[in-house]
């Protein structure tokens, strides 16, 4: 497939990968240091929606001093919009599985963990399969190393690390207080990386082909390809890898229908961009582009016009409002009432003024919720309610 | 040690070890934060969100509770941005609240209202949730009152139940909107593990957890003329009242509360600690009697060691957690439970009173005794022996009810028969209490001397440690002890049920072989029980400890077996110590209760 | 024995006893059972000496893992945004007039509960649902009635009537 726009299509992480034993048994002979240097130098960042610089993340955990430590794949993949992590896995899981190793390597951990949701049971077998071929090179290779799947059991929070962590030891999935950070102090309380899917992904692509390869993707602050995730109002929804730094203009002119009125960028923690900030928008991680640059996990969703933003929040409001692990005040109580705030407002029992005490009580969830899920549902609530003002009072 | 570090707050510079929070170092610098979920006695949760403070160059707050302070960091307390967000943080949780402050039994003492008030939320923004949820009240209990509607989800109970008591009745369920605090399956408290303990209560900063009260039943029952209401006052109360009516933490006031409770219309005001001395002289028999068996007769039937039986908090705790242990109890009824037998008894008999006609009421530091009171067995008497408990916080509200100024009383004494009591009475109230009393009467008795501690005072068993042991070696004994010469009688000293399960599962696995074990429910003994003045705090339990430890000093007898009327009751109605009328008045039996 | 006391005890034998075990215990017992009964949790707590509130407590935080009684085969609508978007109600019509339940029961024969569900991550094919562990991808009401007939016809699936 070609593309005539500035969307750059790149083609990394589906590409075959029948070379895994070999990139495995080469970089295990690496060492860590040198691994840490490649990663950052490629100046990955985490792609599971924070864009924490892994390279650096890994060298922390390298540094923490313990006997015991883990290297865990967030394979939750629980943000509405996004779909990318299951077809990484259920496509090429052994770059996962490889890049899971090298990490345990660098860091020296001797096990590793996927905490797949509970939506994917159904993949549980054949990555079992896959697991059960990986460890048997390993053993080959005299690599010791286990890797073991975790499964979810329908609960988004969990995705964050600390919930996850929380959850693997057997507990509800509440976020921890931070710090302490998991590269000190994460699953059991020992070193921990914990990284997302893609993440992952990409560090094989690094350490087969150079980080060289991967940095002269993107542009600056934002390197590399990324998956994106594209559903709602296209005509080709799917999964799509692009290089970051595009604009969103181009990127509706790509997967629009035509009539696209808004994007969500990032899923329901992300923000809404409306058409008149297309051109503005920029695809890639906080620096300075042009106008607005965007973190995203890689859900990418379009409105088109016959769409009511009011009810598009609505239903992220309801969202939030049953997913939060319901424990910081912030979160708990202001998820419910910015969801009944706009309904009060719609059916005309508070007037619209209202709108403007909730969004500082979005901001107020921004500044003090304890955890990313609370702090992120001002995102949408406020570029929503700010763009929209008008579809949420009539 | 590692070098202090600098921060500032609102601008000045303080120094500070590494690792303090940032609430701590403001409350070292005299800067208040307010908190909700923080609790002294507990692990930080930073859940409620109200610490939130400013560090310069963040845009997030921070939660000062949870969070440790790094160099140079520049902290602001009070700025724009954190007034703001806190304001709406105590709004959000008024909004899910009833905040019905007028029908609260947390009135005035309400860490939620306190917060309102300094804040001046005067208007209701946002939209009541409280009309949407399913919030239920459980009144099934004895001892507590659990409304959901009241709860602001702190999880201060859980973590107490949890961390304090090792008990784990409460739980956090649900997510999202839906979660809240409740027990397995949502049953009601009385259904499930819970030991009536009252921690949960002590810790709780609203009126979610509170006592159940039975002020108006004891009103009614002194207004009725045709009643004879005798009281019962534990040794702890005495030293905890006084925080409810103004006095420092640490403040002695026998005298003024016995003055009280003559105001309050009770007929007789008799001291609980007259059957703490009693129970020493049954339970030191016991000990020893158990002792004789095991050393001497090899009765296999008899077990030691012996755990002390005086706190109802953890007499439901073996019951449900150890069923199996059950012999290695004393017998002994509790103090409450001996006083209210003898008062539809012995005191009936001696003051020639129908003891239908008697109702006894007893001032407690506890919960747990109200549960207690309630049980089936406790009927010796042929009448219901304690016919209601008050807490130490429910006396308080009956004396500004009464409209007694209190800091004005003059100092009165118990009446007698049961009124007298010694300093080893008065120390059943702190943690070791109970064991040093046991060891300076039962050592005495076996050698004809006195325990051998400097002034009577058996440190090792006295402070805060969670498990404290001690031992007592036995020489030269009377020659009825003879097979005691040369043992080391080894004690230890248990209190908060966490600890007290640690001591079990030692014992459990062969661990430790102790000779005699107090075990006390609630942190520091029952000057630390649920029933006892809110706040609590480790430096308030302290001063309690203390107060309790000057009042034993300064009282003329120390020892239980010196106290005149335990001689005297002994000599006029129940014989001797394990004789058959203390089988049948002041001893009982346990059952044993599920685990799950 | 009872035969779910059985099922945990094997379940603990294969996972451990420890609380970091919890997890995959319980979701055994659902896989199984459906959901988890006062009675099972009670024997987890046993099986594993854990508080049984604990157990309340973190069975209730996961949607998955049920505490009421579930049928046979439990459907999860997906009710997220592109989903809602996609018609997301006609799929749920079609199922609540097929089954003759509404959303969170179970028909009277035990054989299905319909439950809605939060994003199944197949947006770019919604709507979207599970039946147990299968997921069901570009639902359209007849394509819904099939699925559900397919069900009615399996092997242990009792017909009323
Ligand atoms: C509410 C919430 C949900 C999250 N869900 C996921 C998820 O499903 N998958 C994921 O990889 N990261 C998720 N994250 C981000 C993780 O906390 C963490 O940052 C990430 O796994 C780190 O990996 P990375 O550095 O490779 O991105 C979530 C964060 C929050 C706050
Ligand atoms: S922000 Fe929400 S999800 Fe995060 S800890 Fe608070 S309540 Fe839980
Ligand atoms: S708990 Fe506190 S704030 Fe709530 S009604 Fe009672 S006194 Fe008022
Ligand atoms: S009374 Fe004691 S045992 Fe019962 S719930 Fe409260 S703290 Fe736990
Ligand atoms: S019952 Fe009290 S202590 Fe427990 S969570 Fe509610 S308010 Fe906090
Ligand atoms: S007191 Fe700090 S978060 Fe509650
Ligand atoms: S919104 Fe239904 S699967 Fe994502």
Known sequence: MTTNYQLKRADFIFKNENDWEEVLSKNINRSPQELINELISSELKGRGGAGFPTGLKWKLSAEAVDETKYVICNADEGEPGTFKDREILSRVPFKVLTAMAVCGHVIGAKEGYIYLRGEYFFLQPELNKAIGEFEYYCKEINLDFKIRIFMGSGAYICGEETALFESMEGKRGEPRNKPPYPSSCGYMGKPTVINNVETLAHTFTIFKYGAKRFYDLGVQYSRGSKLFSVSGDTPKPGIYELELGMSLADFVDEFGDGDTKAVQVGGASGFLVPRKRFSETAIGFQGKLTGISLPTGGSMMLFNSSRSMFNVLDNYLEFFREESCGQCTPCRVGCQQLLKGIKAVKRGEKNAQYLDKLLRLAETMQYTAKCGLGQSVANSFSSIVENFREEMIY | MAKNIKITINGVTVEIEPGTTILEAARQTGVIIPTLCYHKDLCVAGNCRVCVTEIVGQKRLTAACATPCEEGMEVLTNSLKVRNSRKHIIELLLSEHNADCTRCYKNGNCELQLLASEYKI???DFIRLVPFKKYSIDMFSPSIIKDDSKCIRCQRCVRTCAELQGVNALTVAHKGD?????????????????????QCINHCPTGALVEKNYIEEVWDAIADKTRHVVVQTAPAVRVGLGE????????????????????????????????????????????????????VDRDEEVKLPMATSCSPGWIKYIEHMYPDYLDHLSTCKSPQQMFGALAKTY?????????????????MPCTAKKFEANRPEMHDSGYRDVDYVLTTRELAI????????????????????????????????ATGGVMEAALR?????????DVPFENLNIAPVRGMDGVKEASVKIENPLKEWAFLDGVELKCAVAHGLVNAKKVMDSIRSGETSYHFIEFMACPGGCLGGGGQPIPTSPE????????????????????SHLNPEVIKIYKDFLDKPLGEKSHQLLHTKYTARERF | MNPVSDLIRNLADQYGRNRHNLLPILQGVVEQE?????????EIARELDLPAADVYGTATFYSFLEHKKMGKYIIRVCKTITCSMKGKNQIMLAIEDMLKINVGETTPDGNFSLLQTNCLGFCHKAPAMLINNEVYTELTPEKVREILSSYLKKKGVHNDN
């Open chain 2, 122 to 124: 005067m208007t209701q």
């Open chain 2, 178 to 198: 839906q979660m809240k605090i409740t027990t397995f399956f949502e049953k009601t408290m009385n259904d499930v593990v819970c030991t009536n303990c009252g």
């Open chain 2, 244 to 295: 409810e009516l103004g006095f420092e933490p640490g403040s002695r006031v026998t005298g003024k509360m016995v003055a009280a409770l003559k105001r309050l219309g009770f007929d007789a005001v008799m001291d609980t600690d007259f059957t703490a001395d009693l129970t020493i002289m049954e339970e030191g028999t016991e000990l020893l009697t158990r002792l004789k068996k095991v050393l």
């Open chain 2, 347 to 363: 005191y009936a008999k001696a003051r020639n009173l129908d003891p239908e006609k008697i109702v006894s009421v007893s001032i």
């Open chain 2, 398 to 429: 009956m004396i500004k009810q009464a409209g007694i100024d209190f800091m004005k009383l003059e100092d009165m004494h118990y009446d007698r028969l049961m009124g007298e009591s010694t300093g080893a009475g008065v120390i059943f109230g």
């Open chain 2, 441 to 449: 009467t039962a050592y005495e008795l076996v050698t004809g001397r």
């Open chain 2, 540 to 559: 308030i339990r302290r001063k309690r400890a203390e107060a309790i430890y000057a009042e034993d000093e300064g009282m003329p007898l120390r020892k």
């Open chain 3, 34 to 42: 459906k959901y988890l009964s006062e009675f099972s949790m009670t």
